[in-house]
């Protein structure tokens, strides 16, 4: 059911002598004419592409020119120990080359580059190969998406990347297949259907993870009410190794697995057993030491817990951290961020492994801000937790509880009886943009961001848009400003170090790296580098793009380079600031890689004008059909089209002509624009639902016009 839209240790010695070590073995090389040592030099495609492995992942840092895995090493601290790009010289940064994505959406990727080649994804899950010193094309992969299957989406038809691979590319499609690409041309080795179910609204917009000898994926659709899980397939055969269902499917079984049995016990018999939610759509990462794959999970489906298990219970395994053994699949240990979820608080978001010393003692940690508002360090042996404190205004709970292990919830929490004004929001305290640790500064950088939201379970709403009473819901709390934030976080003394604040609250993800900066793009479309300790701003380069994707860096011949996917999306609910790049410029995707003494970086074609809105057709305008039809819009279409009409990234319905207007219903229940990626909403709108719908949007479009 569409029921609610988706809103829902830098050493420079170290690294110079390894350098030089680099070109003298190089020297040595050529000599015999043999392959130079990976990552140092060569960047024409290699006769065997991607040959990356366990050993050279493990290795990660005696090759900081490539960039190996989604997070750049298995505990995915997303810190590159290049150091020629640093604070004395970032404000010569300039273009070395662009290339166009082919999308006008959110691009999310972190691209993977190995030995002179980057293998990114664009969106509909489009992958594809460039030599990493010319931007030139070697090959794209289209797994050919059906556009329909953007219904099915909460949140943009996006993609966060490809795991490379023994000279295999694996990416997962956002209809639910895995597929293993071949490095060299990037033809389809194998492709295996992950979905349990296709007729649910399942969907993989995350990067798949290679974890020994198996490919591990999960899938998005929480806010669909489909039932979590996550798999594991043999990197050669495609076959299926071991799946873990992240919530059990029935109150008595039978279970798939036995920690399905215990989870059981936390769900109330009478609950909603159509799906439950807890979809690991994001974040993993792996210690090869513990042998240990972290997995993050997702929120309730549905979001309130009253209507979901009505008896009460904590509903494991949601919003959950869990510790799997990569060989079997089972339990070591789980840790829930949020019990009994009812705010869309999943802790899939990004986690980092560290060794960080505590209280005198050197820990093994997990450190993670999940949309909660909490920042949580937890000992990733056992799953104890150490330490847990805001790095956001947050209300729903007062303190997390170190004994116990849970968040003390204050009376915002309930929203059962009455609408509350609850912070952060269903974007989160922070969402899927990868934070990043740097072990020079010992600091996470964490985008992040204020906001807040209306919960409403009384008379079916489970959220609400447009509420006007915000103030009397706040009562005497005193409310941050909506924001966005890069916020420098120290998980040691867990406190706030400094902080970067930016209008708009969705922004792109952070890179530390050993020349003493942390990078970050912005939805207004400015590349920062800031100081990484102070947070002084060294670098604010215009780009005319919108950035949400992470940056990185890599090196080639001796050049390092700093990548970034530029192209603004991602869930329509986000409020736009009024200075978002796209409103200017036309939000056409590209991959742009900058170098020291770069060229200026081209802006996009400016957006043309708009005009005026046209004349509308007559409908209804009785305020209770237009409350019928703003509620109806709002769970059915606000999601991808902006809970009030529009959004930059689809065509703007409060523009729709007369003639469109009278092929509304063709549209909407007929799937006359399907193949533009407008399915048909006949499985869950009537025609006088549809009516409903228009009128609201006609009124909306009035109203702008009388603006
Ligand atoms: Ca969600």
């Not at 993870?209 to 397939?233: L, T």
């Not at 848009?465 to 409310?479: K, T, Y």
Request: glycine share 10%; charged share 20%.
């Amino acid at each position: 059911m569409h029921k609610q839209p988706g809103l829902a240790t830098a050493n420079t010695t170290v690294f110079r002598l390894l350098r030089l070590l680099g070109i003298l073995a190089l020297v040595a090389l050529a000599a015999c004419d043999s392959k130079p040592p990976p990552g140092v030099a060569d960047s024409r495609s290699p006769a065997k592409p991607a040959q990356v492995d366990a050993a050279r992942v493990a290795n990660a840092d005696s090759e900081p020119g490539n960039w190996l895995v989604h997070g750049r090493t298995y505990d995915e601290q997303r810190y590159s120990p290049l150091n020629q790009i640093n604070r004395d010289n970032v404000s010569r940064l300039g273009l070395a080359w662009e290339a166009p994505m082919d999308s006008r959406r959110g691009l999310e990727a972190t691209p993977i580059v190995v030995d002179g080649i980057i293998y990114t994804t664009s969106t509909w899950s489009r992958v594809r190969a460039l030599d990493a010193r010319t931007g030139e094309l070697l090959w794209e992969h289209d797994p050919g998406v059906d556009r329909a299957w953007g219904k099915k989406l909460c949140c943009d038809v996006v993609n966060r990347g490809v795991a490379v691979w023994q000279g295999k590319v694996f990416v997962g499609t956002l209809d639910g297949y895995l597929v293993a690409l071949n490095a060299a041309d990037g033809k389809p080795l194998w492709r295996v259907d992950t979905l349990v179910d296709r007729d649910r609204f399942y969907s993989i917009t995350g990067a798949p993870r290679v974890v020994k000898d198996k490919v591990i994926i999960g899938n998005g659709g929480a806010e669909f009410e489909v039932r979590g899980y996550i798999s594991a397939y043999n990197v050669d055969s495609g076959e299926l190794d071991w799946r873990f269902f992240t919530v059990p499917g029935s109150a008595s079984g039978p279970f798939e697995h036995p920690e399905l049995e215990q989870a059981a016990t936390t769900w109330s018999p009478d609950s909603n057993w159509q799906g439950g939610g807890g979809t690991a759509w994001d974040s993993m990462a792996y210690d090869p030491e513990l042998d240990l794959l972290y997995v993050g999970t997702g929120n309730g489906g549905p979001w309130s817990h009253y209507a979901r298990s009505p008896g009460g219970g904590d509903n494991l395994y949601l919003a959950s951290i869990l510790a799997l053994r990569p060989d079997s699949g089972r339990l070591a240990w789980h840790y829930q961020t949020t019990p009994g979820d009812s705010w869309d608080y999943t802790a899939t978001q990004h986690m980092i492994l560290a060794d960080l010393e505590i209280e005198g003692r050197l820990r093994k940690v997990l450190l993670q801000a999940p949309k909660n508002g909490f920042f949580y360090v937890l000992d990733r042996g056992n799953g104890e937790l150490i330490s847990a404190e805001k790095y956001v205004f947050a209300n729903w709970a007062s303190h997390v509880d170190l004994d116990s292990g849970r968040p003390v919830l204050t009376g915002l929490a309930d929203y059962s009886e009455q609408a509350k004004y609850v912070f952060p929001s269903a974007a989160g305290g922070h969402n899927w943009q990868p934070m990043s640790y740097s072990p020079a500064t010992g600091l996470v950088y964490i985008p992040a961001r204020e906001a807040g939201w209306v919960h409403n379970e009384a008379g079916d709403k489970w959220f609400e848009f447009g509420v006007d009473n915000l103030e009397e819901l706040a009562g005497d709390q005193d409310i941050p400003p909506t924001r966005g934030y890069l916020k420098a976080w120290d998980p040691v003394a867990q406190k706030l170090v400094w902080q970067k604040e930016t209008a708009n609250i969705w922004n792109g993800g952070a890179l530390a790296t050993a020349g003493g900066l942390v990078f970050h793009g912005t939805a207004t479309g400015h590349l920062y580098a800031l100081h990484d300790q102070s947070g002084e701003v060294l670098l604010e380069l215009p780009i005319g793009t919108g950035m949400i994707a992470p940056p990185i860096s890599y090196a080639i011949d001796g050049r390092q380079y700093i990548a970034v996917m530029a192209g603004w999306g991602g869930p329509a609910f986000n409020t736009l600031g009024g200075d978002e790049a796209l409103l200017d410029f036309d939000n056409a995707g590209r991959l742009l890689v900058f170098e020291l003494d770069g060229a200026p970086v081209p802006l996009p074609p400016p957006v043309p004008p708009r005009g005026p809105i046209p004349p509308q057709p007559e409908l209804a305008t009785d305020a209770a059909t237009l409350e019928r039809g703003r509620l109806l819009y709002v769970y059915n279409c606000g999601g991808c089209h902006g809970m009030y009409g529009s959004t930059p990234m689809l065509p703007d319905l409060r523009r729709m002509t007369l003639e469109k207007h009278a092929l509304f219903q063709d549209i909407v229940l007929g799937g006359l624009l399907e193949n533009a990626g407008m399915s048909s909403f006949a499985d869950t709108l009537s025609e006088a639902e549809t009516e409903a719908i228009q009128a609201y949007i006609v009124s909306l479009a009035n109203a702008s016009r009388d603006e």
